[in-house]
Structure formats: structure tokens, C-alpha cells
């Protein structure tokens, strides 16, 4: 079975700081693919990043770095220089990759909630 | 990406009513889940929404209680049947569209409360 594990529950930080959010996964597929959602206030669900477990490259996107060590089974998020619009909801998840009978579903950790302070 | 509808995007209802809440995509999918995220927690997944048959459900689901339709590769509905306040939720539809490198889309989700 997979499993997603957020530790952080709740992460409270200051304006212009740098934030890591952790995310551990278990999965005994070879192939998976790795998600990062944000969920503001609002309730919707903003796609982050998909990275294939094929793929160990570190992605950074703006503020945003995703450090994915499948060694460590490991997807952390790491947002530079924080913003008060960077508070959310942010969920770990993970799926098969494509030709596996549960291809698509996903299963979210539980989620951490950052609250960026002005 | 695809773009998905979702209505309504909430309501109160009262409790052993039904809802039935509506996922529109803009264009064919290949695969529409129906996802449950209780106040405070983190996202369920429902059932497997199968065009053309009966939608496959996950452990602790049954089609009495959710029942789902999908009439084409755009379209899917949800019933929460006899709700009780514990059906409080936000209740999101997702897509996967094709098997290439595509992201997995959410509709803005339809928040319910139960009185």
C-alpha cells in the first residue's frame, strides 16, 4: 500500500524567510509519480509540480525547489523568501505511474499548513 | 490543461436530503475521480468514476451512500445520499487527461455543510 507521511503539521513563519516542508512516501511500485498541491483559504486545489520517480533532478520554479532523494524516499518543498500569499494548505501525494491498475488515484499526506506572518 | 466545472460550488443542506454535484471537463479525459476532504483533513479518495459503467469505489464507500454517474468522457455526477452532518465535507472531482506527462486537474470543489 502507499502511504504519504507530512510530519509538519502546522509551520508558522516570518515574511522573507525560507520554509521546507517535508514529505516522506512509501510505495512499492518502481515507477510513481510525486505531487505538490497548494490549498488556500479559498478551498481549491493549485497543481505544484509532478516529478517522475525516474527523474532525481532538483526542479526550482521561481521561489520555489523541490528536492526529491528517492534514497531517502524524500520529496521536500522549499519556498525562498517567504510571502503572507504563500500561506496554505500544502499536500505531499503520490501516484503509479501510467500502465498500473491504480494509475491516477492518488493518496495525499495530511497535509501542512504554513502560515506566513507580515 | 483541461478546464473542470464544478456545481454546485456549495450549499447547506438539510440532513437525510440528497445532493447531487456536477464535474464538467472541457475536453475528453481519460480517467474522473471523485474525492471527499473532511474539515480539517486531507483528501479521500472516493470512487473511480468509469464511463459507460458502474464507477469503482474505495474501501469504506459504497454506491448506496455515493452513487456516480458518467455518462461520456466529459462529464461525471456525484450523489451524497441520506446526508448526515458527518458528510460535511469539500467534495472534489479530478481528471487525468491522457497517459503522457500531464498533471492531475481539480475542479475548485464543492463545499457542502449538513444542518
Known amino acids: 500500500a502507499q502511504k504519504v507521511t507530512q510530519a509538519q503539521t502546522e509551520i508558522s513563519v516570518v515574511e522573507k524567510e525560507d520554509v521546507t516542508l517535508d514529505c516522506v512516501y512509501e510505495?512499492?511500485?518502481?515507477?510513481?509519480?510525486l505531487f505538490w498541491y497548494k490549498q488556500p483559504p479559498s478551498g481549491e486545489l493549485v497543481f505544484l509540480i509532478r516529478?517522475?520517480?525516474?527523474?532525481?533532478q532538483n526542479e526550482i520554479s521561481g521561489r520555489y525547489s523541490w528536492n526529491f532523494q528517492k534514497s531517502t524516499s524524500s520529496f521536500n518543498f522549499t519556498i525562498t523568501a517567504s510571502q503572507v500569499v504563500d500561506s496554505a494548505v500544502y499536500f505531499c501525494a503520490l501516484s503509479e505511474a501510467p500502465g498500473g491498475t491504480s494509475y491516477g488515484k492518488l493518496t495525499f499526506g495530511q497535509g501542512t499548513i504554513l502560515t506566513v506572518h507580515p | 490543461s483541461a478546464v473542470i466545472s464544478q456545481k454546485p460550488s456549495r450549499d447547506i443542506c438539510q440532513r437525510g436530503t440528497s445532493l447531487t454535484i456536477q464535474c464538467q471537463v472541457d475536453s475528453q479525459v481519460t480517467m474522473m475521480f471523485w474525492y471527499r476532504q473532511q474539515p480539517g483533513q486531507s483528501l479521500t479518495l472516493i470512487a473511480t468514476a468509469n464511463q459507460g459503467s458502474e464507477a469503482t469505489y474505495e474501501s469504506g464507500f459504497v454506491i448506496d451512500k455515493f452513487p456516480i454517474s458518467r455518462p461520456n468522457l466529459t462529464f461525471s455526477t456525484l450523489t451524497v445520499s441520506n446526508m448526515s452532518p458527518e458528510d460535511s465535507s469539500i467534495y472534489l472531482c479530478?481528471?487525468?487527461?491522457?497517459?503522457?506527462?500531464?498533471?492531475?486537474?481539480f475542479g475548485d470543489g464543492t463545499r457542502l455543510s449538513i444542518l
Open positions: 479530478s481528471v487525468v487527461v491522457g497517459y503522457s506527462n500531464q498533471p492531475q486537474h
Open positions: 510505495t512499492r511500485d518502481t515507477t510513481y509519480y
Open positions: 516529478r517522475n520517480s525516474f527523474d532525481e
